[in-house]
């Protein structure tokens, strides 16, 4: 589906939401959508129907400012024989042909064809070899073969959407005098990096089912949608007997599924663990520094400020923040997500109902 259907998709989802609870504010909050919106859409679609809800972009590229066609076709052609390579590389050999075009201008090429990175060059290679039936020289073997190696090595982790995969971790955070071992519980949304925090001075499993009641769930109810399913290592504050285990009972409860990491590859829990070196380095290691702390109470004060700064805004480089704080790409992908679980209760209610 692509990205203008997902939109009237959207669109014709308010409409529908707003017949069938005949409620337009309501439909408007759940969906994400102003009132203003709603009479646009509306008004759009009965004068001209479902084409009508299609975008309609107001700028014009101009013609002009681009490379010429054969360079342009020059840039593809590389992209597809060596994947690898990155925009300064493919001007230098470009440059070596007698073709010349700056580092910025073979980008603007790749975006125009969605080739920027390294993973879209490589899936327009599989499509390419699909399609014509290449055969695959040694450099395109090579780079697939990294991409490979790499996706198995580190569990690369599909999510779809906000409270789609959360991922839970336990990280020692050292000892305080008096008060012994202490231990952070950790959850990130793996779609929008956004995350939550807790200290504990044991690694019980009630203490990671405490993070989700405590602090996860209620986020997620806040916005009206569900967390559906956790990814968690193997350790014995995640895992156990189903009829006994507190983390294990809680998720049943809460009809969370549950996700384990491969044996012995923690590194498919990655993203947590990227979490835990962000917050040592950037709080744990100043906040020692600057203050000695007589209790965890005191420490999780401190903790939760940095929390909501990481939150709402320290920008994320991650794959799909690309610069913006993690509440704002949560905030800009929550009508996808909720358009979603609509989508799954109607699904649900054709079922019962047959």
């Not at 498919?268 to 835990?276: A, K, L, P, S, V």
Request: proline share 3%.
């Amino acid at each position: 589906m692509t990205t203008e259907e997902k939109l009237i998709k959207n669109k014709l989802g308010l409409l529908e939401l707003a017949t069938y609870l005949k409620n337009v504010s309501e439909a408007c909050r759940v969906i994400g959508f102003s009132r203003d919106t709603f009479y646009r859409v509306k008004k759009a679609y009965e004068e001209g129907g479902v084409e009508a809800l299609k975008e309609k972009s107001r700028r014009k590229p101009n013609a002009k400012n681009r490379v010429p066609e054969e360079v342009e076709q020059e840039v593809l052609k590389l992209a597809l024989e060596e994947p690898s390579l990155g925009q300064k590389r493919v001007s230098d050999t470009l440059r070596q042909n007698g073709i010349f075009i700056s580092p910025a201008g073979v980008r603007c090429v790749w975006l125009r064809h969605h080739l920027e990175t390294f993973q879209k060059r490589l899936k327009g290679l599989e499509e390419h070899v699909a399609k014509t039936g290449a055969v695959l020289t040694e450099a395109q073997l090579r780079a697939l073969e990294k991409a490979k190696e790499e996706k198995a090595a580190w569990g690369e982790i599909e999510t779809e959407h906000v409270g789609y995969l959360g991922a839970q971790d336990t990280f020692y955070v050292g000892t305080l005098k008096g008060v012994g071992r202490i231990y952070q519980q950790t959850f990130i949304d793996t779609y929008s990096a956004v995350g939550f925090a807790k200290l504990y001075t044991t690694k019980a499993p009630i203490n990671s089912a405490d993070l989700l009641n405590d602090r996860v769930i209620p986020f997620f109810d806040k916005f009206a949608i569900p967390l559906l399913r956790v990814l968690t290592d193997r350790g014995t504050e995640f895992c156990g007997r189903p009829d006994t285990h507190d983390y294990q009972l809680f998720l049943a409860i809460n009809d969370i599924e549950h996700t384990k990491t491969k044996v012995k590859n923690p590194q498919t829990n990655g993203i947590c663990e990227r979490f835990h070196k962000t917050i040592k380095d950037e709080f744990y290691s100043i906040a020692f520094r600057k203050k000695i702390y007589a209790g965890v109470e005191d420490l999780q004060r401190d903790l939760d400020e940095w929390l909501v700064k990481y939150n709402t805004t320290r920008t994320h480089q991650g794959k799909r923040c690309q610069g913006r704080t993690p509440m704002e790409t949560f905030l800009e992908n929550l009508p996808l997500a909720k358009e979603k679980m609509l989508g799954i209760e109607g699904e649900h209610r054709l079922a019962l109902a047959a």
